[in-house]
């Protein structure tokens, strides 16, 4: 990355004592400078993108002084989101970078013994894929750990950090192309026999494609897998506190790509070990999963049934590693959990859960129905991590990016300081919780609600509905760039968690089961109804955006309110029957929806935006990749041609070589300026919207 370009201050460290010794590779002290960006106005602006550091995963050593985690960042050079490794001291007085450049530095995990740090890197040979690399605490540079004929995608040290376990696709299987007569310099015709065939930016998924789980032997550098599993994937595998068995989650029904149930599983930890199934389930028992310290128990979480796998909550669960039936801590909590811990005593569990427009971290009894909140209400915890009696957690505020901190006292206490120079000189719009009834009065549904920076009480802005994508996601109060980006525009933006999204419990979520562009779209509506009645928006400028599901949901307001003046639908669709055999969601069709040929009257009701096309009014932009397989660039194609057939005012925009989430930060803001240039011929922002 350009040093000069982001206004960083550089030193460079030639060695860091710590409680394994001393640390010699070549790291760089990164701050950014308070003035970087002195020449802003104050408001936020694409130009704020490239500079806007992403961090994740962090990872607290084994003697509570050090965090790794990862730093994402644009760069100018090679139009790409660079990821490098970084630390952090527990006084949160050192940040360090410890790998740069173009090796996308991912998954960092201490050994046990505190001796060395591990992470995934795309291997020193181009031609391999990535690989698990090491630096030794005592001294040296990073050194590429593994040399295995394929790509690893997860892995975890063992308790005495002499072995791997590795999750990852080897090539050591036989081609489906075996005996081809096209010339080896040719690129050879895809065969394909499997149900669920294709998965976005992977591609088109053929029959030898399978995640396995391989046991790695650091001393001899010897490779095994754990089960010989062929017709199955693998994931999660963690090492239980004494070393001897391995747990992982997997689907081994007759074909899973025609079911969603996956259980979990028990292992000796050697190559070709029998397995012990400790769940039954018919449905998604998955991780990532948790061992109690004496070994006795696995913490996992525990889908819904297959049907209801688009709305896929996840309750916290436990199973004996002995045998027997799972319980339930905490039943009647009702929120999503994520990355189950236990402690050291075993009687809790540490936990994130989805609540309503947040995401906290708590302590769950395991014989109790106790919950204890350990985060702030409208805090955004998006991972932790524990070592002894010590814990870090990363988390984002409304007007603060994602950044480290140590959980103490009740508190927090910011260690890393990425985005310290980045947030200097902006003002964002206020951002404020609203609720209201659905339209058709059986349900409270609440949303957020975003003012332009000076927001100025006698005037009335136009509005734009942005809408979330999956539809099992939610907006929160966290930092959000999207709708800063467009209230610093000068919109009043209105953000909804319509029924089918997350953080209001199972029952909210599945309302919109087999039944999408209804309730939803109702509830999308009623919210710009309620803002409209507080009077601070002009209700003949308003606008409706929205990405993947939000693209989906923008066609059907369109189609069912002329009031919109102007929409953007990215990676979006009108016609859903269209969707069908062209993304990767076949289960969710068969089993939700049943297939086209067994209730066609409900796939073109599902498909209304298309098929009613010519009640469309609103100038519609059309935006999407051209190698998504999420949903298909031909969901937005279709209804650009509609609208361009019927005369109303359109435009495609086609992304070549990006998939559902582009991987080009130039592409990235080109969406964003097309959003706002097109919104902005229709609804006409102030664009003074500057300090009063």
């Known amino acids: 990355m350009s040093m000069k370009r982001f206004g960083w201050n550089t030193t460079v460290i030639t060695g860091m004592r710590t409680g394994a010794g001393i640390l010699l590779c070549a790291v760089t002290i990164l701050t950014v400078s308070a003035t970087a960006f002195a020449a802003d106005d104050g408001i936020l602006n694409i130009g704020h993108w490239d500079s806007l550091v992403v961090i994740e995963d962090p990872q607290l050593s084994p003697d509570g002084e050090w965090v790794a985690y990862t730093a994402s960042i644009s760069d ?127 591609g088109y998924v053929t029959g030898s494609e399978r995640n396995k789980i391989y046991l790695y032997n650091i001393v001899d550098a010897q490779l095994s897998e754990l089960t010989n599993a062929r017709n199955t994937d693998e994931y999660g595998p963690i090492w239980s506190p004494d070393g001897s068995k391995i747990a992982f989650y997997s689907n081994r029904d007759t074909d899973p790509d025609r079911s969603a149930n996956t259980n979990i599983y028990l292992a000796d930890a050697q190559s070709g070990a029998a397995l012990t199934q400790l769940t039954d389930f018919k449905g998604q028992d998955n991780g990532p999963l948790s061992f109690s310290r004496d070994g006795r128990l696995v913490a996992y979480l525990q889908g819904p049934e297959p049907k209801f796998m688009t709305y896929h909550s996840r309750r916290l669960a436990i199973v004996p590693t002995t045998g027997g039936p799972s319980k339930y801590p905490a039943p009647g909590l009702q929120r999503d959990g994520e990355m189950p811990t236990f402690t050291a005593d075993g009687r809790f569990l540490d936990v994130i859960i989805a609540d309503d427009r947040s995401k906290y971290l708590a302590r769950i009894s395991v014989d109790e129905n106790e919950v204890e909140r350990l985060t702030q209400a409208t805090d955004v915890v998006h991972a932790y991590s524990r070592a002894g009696d010590r814990t870090v957690v990363l988390i984002d505020s409304v007007g603060v990016p994602a950044e480290i901190f140590a959980l103490e006292q009740g508190g927090t206490r910011q260690l890393t300081h990425q985005n310290d120079g980045w947030l200097t000189p902006l003002t964002f719009g206020a951002v404020e919780g609203i609720s209201f009834r659905s339209t058709d009065e059986q349900q409270e549904i609440r949303g957020l609600l975003t003012r332009p920076p000076w927001f100025n009480a006698n005037k009335k802005y136009p509005a734009l509905l942005l809408i979330h994508g999956g539809p099992y996601m939610q907006d929160m109060f966290g930092f959000d760039f999207e709708r800063q980006y467009f209230a610093a525009k000068g919109y009043v933006v209105i953000q909804v968690n319509y029924r089918g999204s997350k953080g209001r419990g199972p029952e909210f979520a599945q309302a919109i089961f087999a039944d999408w562009g209804n309730k939803d779209t109702a509830d999308v509506i009623a919210g710009v109804d309620h803002v409209v009645k507080m009077g601070i928006v002009d209700p003949g400028r308003l606008g409706v955006a929205g990405w993947s599901q939000g693209g989906i949901i923008t066609n059907y307001v369109i189609a069912s309110d002329k009031r919109f003046k102007a929409a953007v639908s990215g990676a979006g669709t009108g016609n859903q029957l269209a969707m069908y055999g062209t993304d990767e969601y076949i289960f969710v069709y068969d089993h939700e929806f049943r297939p086209p040929w067994e209730d066609p009257d409900l796939w073109i009701k599902m498909s209304y935006p298309f098929f009613n096309a010519d009640r469309i009014k609103t100038p519609t932009l059309y935006i999407g990749g051209e190698k998504d397989f999420n949903v298909p660039i031909i969901g937005g194609e279709q209804m650009y041609q509609a609208l361009k057939s019927l005369g109303v005012p359109t435009q495609l925009v086609i992304y070549p070589g990006e998939y559902h989430t582009f991987s080009s930060p130039t592409f990235d803001k080109d969406v964003f300026e097309r959003y706002a240039a097109w919104l902005g011929t229709y609804l006409q922002p102030e664009q003074g919207n500057t300090r009063p």
């Open 76 to 202: 100018e050079d090679t139009d790409e989101y660079l990821t490098s490794l970084w630390m952090v001291d527990w006084a949160g007085e050192q940040q360090i970078q410890l790998t740069r450049g173009r090796n996308y530095a991912t998954s960092p995990r201490w050994s046990p013994d505190n001796k060395y740090l591990a992470f995934l890197a795309a291997a020193t040979d181009a031609a391999a894929g990535t690989q698990v690399w090491v630096f030794d605490r005592h001294g040296g540079n990073a050194r590429q750990l593994t040399q295995v004929n394929g790509a690893i995608s997860d892995y975890a040290w063992s308790p005495d950090s002499r072995k791997l376990v590795l999750v990852a696709k080897l090539d050591d299987t036989e081609s489906p192309n075996e005996g081809s007569s096209v010339p080896n310099d040719r690129a050879k015709p895809i065969v394909i026999d499997r149900y669920h065939f294709k998965n976005d930016e992977s």
